[in-house]
């Protein structure tokens, strides 16, 4: 102290230190927030576009499904393949189809989605198949289980014959019998002008009274096989009109007397490779066809009658029983007669029942959907 002057000691400026020291670790913490957020955003970003294309892949796995063309398929060669784009906002993915036996089909699923290299995502799910389809136990061109009355100018035949103008049928070599029935004696003969054919001629087979045979067919039995049904009719009905129906170009599968198209042309009728299920519902009931042609697996839960001609391609089961008048029919396939409640089976007029391993392999191809198999069915493989 000088003079009685007090000194203070200098401590400028530190204000603004610390001013600037708090900007800083103000700074630090906003753009630490910032870059957290971005961050955060990105990974949501990309778990998004993960999941999309996750989504993306499964997707074309099930529209593959859902739009199985049965007949196509089946006929694909083994290792042969088939592939199906599918596209979406901001997504696409493709299906590649490949038959690794008779009945087993793999499907690779590839789906990319979103753009640019950070917001890019590819998934690939793998699917593995079995056609499910009938096996029909056929013993014969004719098999029934209650008693039969052949008679008229009917012909029945065992010789396996392939249909008329159907050019990708194999060799048909094998021969049943016309007429494979449990007890021989229920069979009468009105006449001499029917032929029965076969080998031999008339089967008398135990298995032909089983009704399991008539009900139960490998992978598939009479409920499942009639819920797949494609045409489904009920009561007693005539229908004269079954013929195949084109709109556009395009075989029209939904109209109810589209039976497809076995008499094949040049060119080729759309409908040729439709082979529905049709399913004829009421026990009670008859199903009465004239004068028209159909293809595919007929399934009838009362009777049947034929008459004007009619034909049919492909697999013929009938829960009642069956009875042909007047010209009869062509029934080119294989036929079944349950005869639940035995009344008599009538095979009269010019009626025609042809054994044809053909017309009945087509029928099944038709109706054979893929169903995932039991273990291991599906995985991701990225």
Known sequence: MDGGVLMKTGRKGIAIVAALGGIVV?????????????QESQISGGSLVQEKA??????????TLANWDAPTMYSMATGGTRTFA???????????????????????STATAGSGRLARS???????????????????????????????????TGTNTNPSGWSDCPAANDTLAGIAIADSTQITYSGTGHVVTGDPKILQDPSAGDTTNYFTFGDEDWETLTAAANKVITGTTTFSSINPVVTNGVC????????????????????????????????????????????????VDGDLEISGG????????????????????????????????????????DATIIYSGCAVEKAIAGSANPRRIVHRAWTEVN
């Open 310 to 349: 009619f034909e049919f391609y492909g697999p013929v089961i009938v829960r009642g029983r069956i009875k042909t008048t007047g010209t009869g029919g062509k029934l080119n396939g294989g036929v079944m007669a349950a005869n639940v409640m035995l009344d008599q089976n009538t095979v009269l007029g």
């Open 122 to 156: 590819r998934k690939k799910t793998l699917l593995s198949v079995r056609l499910s389809s009938p096996d029909f136990k056929f013993l014969g061109a004719l098999t029934v289980r209650g008693a039969t009355q052949i008679g008229g100018s009917s012909v029945i």
């Open 252 to 299: 029209d599968k939904s109209s109810l007397t589209n039976w497809g198209a076995p008499v094949h042309t040049s060119p080729a009728n759309p409908c040729e490779n439709y082979f529905p299920i049709i399913y004829h519902k009421g026990s009670a009931s008859t199903l009465k066809l004239s004068g028209a042609k159909g293809q595919g697996i007929l399934l």
């Open 26 to 38: 103000i700074g630090a913490l906003i753009a630490g927030v910032f870059f957290v957020s971005s």
């Open 54 to 63: 996750f989504r993306a892949a499964e997707l074309g796995l099930n529209t």
């Open 86 to 108: 599918y596209s979406g906002t901001d997504w696409v993915d493709t299906v590649v189809v490949t038959k690794l036996t008779g009945r087993a089909y793999s499907l690779l």
